[in-house]
C-alpha cells in the first residue's frame, strides 16, 4: 500500500479536522468523492480508498449532498428521444401502466 505526506498549513488543518475525523480521513474521503465523481474510480473503489464499506460511502456521500453519478443531460436527452427509460426501451407504440409495468 501506498503513502502520501502531504504539509498541510494550520489553518487548513483547522478547517477540515473535526472530532470524528482525522485531515488524513477526510482528505481521503473527499479524494474518493472527487474520483468518482468524475468517473476516475468506480464507487466501490472509491470506497476503499475512503476506507470504508460500500454501503457506508453510499450513506456518507448522500449525507454530504455528493453527486457520485453526475446526470449528462445531453446523453439524457438523446434517452428520452430514443424511448430509453431507466435502462429499458418502450415498445414503439406501447405505453406503461402507472406503475412502470406494461
Given at each position: ?46 470506497a ?16 454530504e ?7 449528462d ?15 429499458s ?9 402507472k406503475?412502470?409495468?406494461s
Amino acid at each position: 500500500m501506498s503513502q502520501v505526506m502531504l504539509s498541510i498549513p494550520d489553518d487548513v488543518e483547522e478547517r477540515l479536522t473535526t472530532h470524528h475525523q482525522t485531515i488524513g480521513d477526510r482528505l481521503r474521503l473527499e479524494a474518493a468523492y472527487s474520483l468518482c465523481s468524475r468517473g476516475a474510480l468506480s464507487t466501490s473503489l472509491a470506497a476503499r480508498l475512503a476506507g470504508m464499506s460500500y454501503s457506508q460511502f453510499l450513506e456518507s456521500a448522500a449525507l454530504e449532498k455528493v453527486e457520485l453519478f453526475p446526470l449528462d443531460f445531453a446523453e439524457f436527452g438523446e434517452e428520452v428521444l430514443h424511448g430509453y427509460t431507466m435502462g429499458s426501451q418502450r415498445l414503439a407504440g406501447h405505453s406503461a401502466g402507472k406503475s412502470g409495468a406494461s
